[in-house]
C-alpha cells in the first residue's frame, strides 16, 4: 500500500496532469486554479481545528477531486468526480471505507447539499470560500463567462448580480466556526458591494428612462437644434470672413512698406519720374483694399441705452450685449428672468439674434467681394501700367530722345 504523503502528491500530480490536459479551455472558474484554491482554504480551516491524520487526507483527497468531472459533464459532475476517484484510489490500494467518505465528501459539494458531519462543513465552506474574499468580485465574473460560454444560459450582468444577492442572503451560510469568524465579515462587504451596485444602475435606469421620456416628449428639441445649429454656422462664417479680411489687410500692408521703402525713395531722381504714376496708382489701390478690409472688420456697438419698459414691451433683444451693456445689473438680471419665463420670447429673441448675424455677414461678405475685386484689379492695372512706363518710358528710352532732338 502507498504510504499517505505519497497517496497526497501522486493525486496532486494526477488531478494537475487531468485538468491541465483534459479540460476545455471555456471552463475558466472551474479549473485547476479553483481545485487548488479548495484545497488551500480546506487546510487554512484544518489548521484552527484538531482533527486526526486520517480525517484530514481525506478531506483533501476530496478536496482535489470534487471538480475534476467537469472534463466529462457539468450536470451530475460530482459523481463523475466520485467515479474518477474511486477508480483512481482503487489503483493505489486505498482503503474502501476511507474511498467511501471521499466519495461523500464530493457529493457534499453539491449545491444543495447540506452538511451533517464537521468533515462535510469544512469541504463546503472550503468550495464556496471565495464568497468570504476580496476578490470575489472578479472570481464571480469568471463564473459567469464560464456559465455563458458552456451552457444555453445567457446571463446578463443584472440578473447575475441578482442571483448573487440571492445566494448571499437566502441560500448560503458558513457552518464552520472558522469560516464564520474569518470569512463572514468580508463576505458582507461583498454584498454590500452588490447591494450598491443595485442601487446605482436603477438610479441610472431611472436617469436613461427619464432623459429618453424628456426626449421624445419635448416638441421644442428640434426647434433648439435648428437655432444652435444655425447660429454656430453664422458665428464660423462670420470668422471665416475676419480671417479673409485679415489676410488681405497683412498683405497690402507688406506691399505698401515694400513700395515706401523700395520705390519711393527713388522718384527723388529724375531718370525715374516714369515710376511715379505706376506707384501710385499701385498704392492707391493697396490703400483702398485695406480700408474695405477694415471696413469688414470693424466692430458696430448699438447704443446699448434700451431701459426695463422697453424689455417687457419685447421691443429689444437682451441677447446681443449691444443692448444691455449700459443696462443696470439689476434690471439686466430682471430682463433675463422674465425672457426665461417666456419662451416665446426666447425664440423671438434668438430669431432677431439670427436675422441681425446674417444682416452683418451679408455686409461683410459684400465688403470682402469688394476688396478682392479691387485688389486684383489694381494687381493688373498696377503691372500693366509699370510695363508700359518701363517700355516707353524707361532709361532706354530715354537716351534715345536726345539723339533724336539733334
Known sequence: MVQNNDILKKITEHITNILTTELDGSYVYHNLKHTKFVVASAKEIME????????????????????????????????????????????????????????????????????????????????????????????????????????????????????????????????????????????????????????????????????????????????????????????????????????????????????????????????NDYLIYPTLIFIIFSIASMILSVSATKPNVTSGEFNIEDVKAKKVNILFFGNFHKMALKDYENAIEGMLNDKDYIYSSLTKDLYFLGVVLSRKYKLLRWTYTLFMTGMIISVIVFFVAFKYFGPERLLVIPELVK
Not at 92 to 103: F, G, W
Not at 138 to 158: P, Q
Not at 238 to 255: C, F, M, P, W
Open 48 to 271: 484552527d481545528v484538531s482533527l486526526d491524520d486520517q480525517t484530514t487526507e481525506v478531506i483533501l483527497i476530496a478536496a482535489w477531486f470534487h471538480d475534476v468531472g467537469y472534463v466529462h459533464a457539468i450536470e451530475g459532475h460530482e459523481e463523475r468526480s466520485c467515479t474518477m476517484a474511486k477508480e483512481f484510489l482503487g489503483k493505489l490500494d486505498y482503503s474502501q471505507p476511507k474511498i467511501d467518505m471521499v466519495c461523500d465528501l464530493i457529493r457534499a459539494t453539491e449545491r444543495n447539499h447540506v452538511p451533517k458531519t464537521d468533515s462535510e462543513k469544512i469541504i463546503k465552506d472550503a468550495d464556496w470560500s471565495h464568497l468570504g474574499k476580496k476578490k470575489y468580485m472578479a472570481l464571480a465574473e469568471l463564473l459567469k463567462e464560464e456559465i455563458n460560454s458552456t451552457t444555453d444560459r445567457k446571463i446578463a450582468a443584472t440578473d447575475w448580480r441578482n442571483e448573487n444577492i440571492n445566494l448571499f442572503r437566502s441560500e448560503h451560510r458558513f457552518y464552520t466556526d472558522y469560516a464564520q469568524k474569518n470569512w463572514q465579515e468580508r463576505k458582507d462587504k461583498n454584498l454590500r458591494r452588490l447591494m450598491k451596485a443595485k442601487k446605482s444602475e436603477k438610479k441610472l435606469v431611472r436617469k436613461e428612462k427619464l432623459k429618453a421620456s424628456l426626449k421624445n416628449n419635448s416638441p421644442d428639441r428640434g426647434i433648439q437644434t435648428l437655432y444652435r445649429v444655425t447660429l454656430r454656422n453664422h458665428l464660423k462664417l462670420s470668422d471665416i470672413a475676419d480671417t479673409k479680411a485679415n489676410i488681405l489687410l497683412s498683405v497690402n500692408a507688406i506691399i505698401i512698406s515694400m513700395a515706401l521703402s523700395n520705390l519711393i525713395p527713388k522718384l527723388d531722381n529724375p531718370s
